[in-house]
Nanobody, 122 residues
Framework: QLQLVESGGGLVQPGGSLRLSCAAS????????IGWFRQAPGKEREGVSC????????NYADSVKGRFTISRDNAKNTVYLQMNSLKPEDTAIYYC???????????????WGQGTQVTVSS
């Protein structure tokens, strides 16, 4: 019953944009930080971005800084990841999870979603 559901992935050309959504089911997001993570085949899981429970602080991996923007709407129980200027290297399954967000760190601790596939290809 307690889970996160990702959506918004798909196939996009290099330079294109997507907006991912992370919606809570069975609980409220109001008191949780949320992180976005991604994993490509044969690669380690990578933290992408993190936002604190009230949205006051955010952080990003160096590889996406300036291209991705994380935000949240607690009234809608949803966290978003706006992805612009997409590159083939961004291709991965993207997951969200309840997380602790530091100045330059993001540490998941539970409520993982099932993931949404992002493919960047011409």
């Amino acid at each position: 019953q307690l889970q996160l559901v990702e959506s918004g992935g798909g196939l996009v050309q290099p330079g294109g944009s997507l907006r991912l959504s992370c919606a809570a089911s069975g609980f409220t997001l109001e008191f949780y930080g949320i992180g976005w993570f991604r994993q490509a085949p044969g690669k380690e899981r990578e933290g992408v971005s993190c936002i604190t429970s009230r949205g006051g602080s955010t952080n990003y991996a160096d590889s996406v800084k300036g291209r991705f923007t994380i935000s949240r709407d607690n009234a809608k129980n949803t966290v978003y990841l706006q992805m612009n200027s997409l590159k083939p290297e961004d291709t991965a399954i993207y997951y969200c999870a309840a997380s602790s967000c530091g100045i330059a760190t993001m540490t998941p601790f539970g409520f993982w979603g099932q993931g949404t596939q992002v493919t960047v290809s011409s």
